[in-house]
Every structure is written in structure tokens, then in C-alpha cells.
């Protein structure tokens, strides 16, 4: 169990560039998750996946994001013209089930600076 | 409306003592789930219990016990004998049947500081 893996684990960028994370969750994991959090404040639920089928998006993803998870394994999130108030950590989290939630296991996140 | 509050945002201890976070939620769903979270300074969250709305048992495991009222929908939080490394924060989160059980709504956290 080598844990979910979240890559690069900073970014920096300017503003109005484009920017892509990796998340490559428990192999066995079928869903997979997308969370952002800012300083002070709990994870906000940005994308759920079951197996490659996204099945809920936060309307706090914008047409700037992206999400995908090709072939049910690795998961990557797109931002396109990235602005300010982007920067935040972008976590990614994974669990095994079809029910009601077990436990979620959660990377070391993305931070993202947008300067 | 928020739908997970916790209302402390920091709290200080010192070792030993005894320290509960607080955690109130709302739903209009009768089959939800409660969880808890740590998130030390390393930043990663650990899972640290699960609790569906049907069972009301209180939960102990080690220094680590959990008070879930329905009545008053708090799912509180107790660490007992508190130590250093328990300084975190600490997230209550819910997943409600309606939404599909496709999310968890966290609270804003509370840090906890233990001090020497």
C-alpha cells in the first residue's frame, strides 16, 4: 500500500497560464476525489470519480477546470488560464466501495501559488 | 447555510488534559454518515472515525472517544490525556445519503495546540 500520490507537490505560476496535477490513487481504489482547500478553511469538493466516469462536479469548478481519469487509474485536473484566486492546495483522495463512503485516504495535495 | 460548524477555531491545551472539539451539523437526510479527520502539520488528512446516523453508541478507541447525540446533531470529539503530537487540526466532515454519499462537507476545522 504505497498510499495516494499527488504530483508536483508545488507549483508556480503567472497568472493566465495553464496548469495540470497528477493524482494516482490506490491501485484497487475505484473512486477517486478531487478537494481544494484554502489556508483556514476545510476541503471544498471539487470532482468525483467512479472507475473513468466523473460523476459530480462542484459548482466551484469553473470551464477553467478540467478533470479526468482515463482508464479508471490516474486522475489529472486541469486549470486553464489560471487567476489568483486559484492559488490553494488541491488534494486528491481515494476509496474502495460502491455504498455509502468508507474512508477516504487523502495525498499530500498540490499547493499552488498563482503569482 | 453552513452544514458542518465547528465553532471553535483554536483551541490550547496542555499536556494531560483533557480537550473536546466540538462539531454541529445539518441535514434534512435520515441516513447520513459523520466522520472525523486529522490533519497534522505535514498537511496529509487521516481518517480517524466513521459513524452512521443509525448508531448512537459512543465510540472509544484509546485516548480517542467520540459522543454522537442526534438530538442535538453534534458529534463531538474527546481526546483524553492530551499529548504533543495530537497538535493538529481537526476536520468533522458529513456525507449525506441525498447527495448520493458522492461528497463529504467538511467543517472549517479546529486547531489544536498541546503544549509541553
Known amino acids: 500500500d504505497t498510499g495516494v500520490s499527488q504530483n508536483p507537490r508545488h507549483k508556480i505560476t503567472k497568472r493566465g497560464q495553464n496548469v495540470t496535477f497528477r493524482c494516482d490513487p490506490i491501485?484497487?481504489?475505484?473512486?477517486l476525489y478531487w478537494y481544494r482547500q484554502t489556508l483556514g478553511q476545510g476541503p471544498e469538493f471539487l470532482t468525483y470519480?467512479?472507475?473513468?466516469?466523473?460523476?459530480?462536479k462542484s459548482r466551484l469548478l469553473s470551464d477553467r477546470f478540467s478533470a479526468e481519469r482515463p482508464k479508471g487509474s490516474f486522475s489529472t485536473l486541469e486549470i486553464q488560464r489560471t487567476e489568483q484566486g486559484d492559488s490553494a492546495m488541491y488534494l486528491c483522495a481515494s476509496s474502495l466501495g460502491f455504498g455509502p463512503p468508507e474512508k477516504l485516504f487523502f495525498g499530500s495535495g498540490t499547493q499552488l501559488s498563482v503569482l | 447555510a453552513q452544514k458542518v460548524t465547528q465553532a471553535q477555531t483554536e483551541i490550547s491545551v496542555v499536556e494531560k488534559e483533557d480537550v473536546t472539539l466540538d462539531c454541529v451539523y445539518e441535514t434534512r437526510d435520515t441516513t447520513y454518515y459523520l466522520f472525523w479527520y486529522k490533519q497534522p502539520p505535514s498537511g496529509e488528512l487521516v481518517f480517524l472515525i466513521r459513524r452512521n446516523s443509525f448508531d448512537e453508541q459512543n465510540e472509544i478507541s484509546g485516548r480517542y472517544s467520540w459522543n454522537f447525540q442526534k438530538s442535538t446533531s453534534s458529534f463531538n470529539f474527546t481526546i483524553t490525556a492530551s499529548q504533543v503530537v495530537d497538535s493538529a487540526v481537526y476536520f468533522c466532515a458529513l456525507s449525506e445519503a441525498g447527495g448520493g454519499y458522492s461528497t463529504l462537507t467538511f467543517g472549517k476545522g479546529t486547531m489544536l495546540l498541546v503544549s509541553p
Open positions: 491501485s484497487e481504489h475505484n473512486r
Open positions: 470519480f467512479q472507475n473513468e466516469a466523473q460523476l459530480e
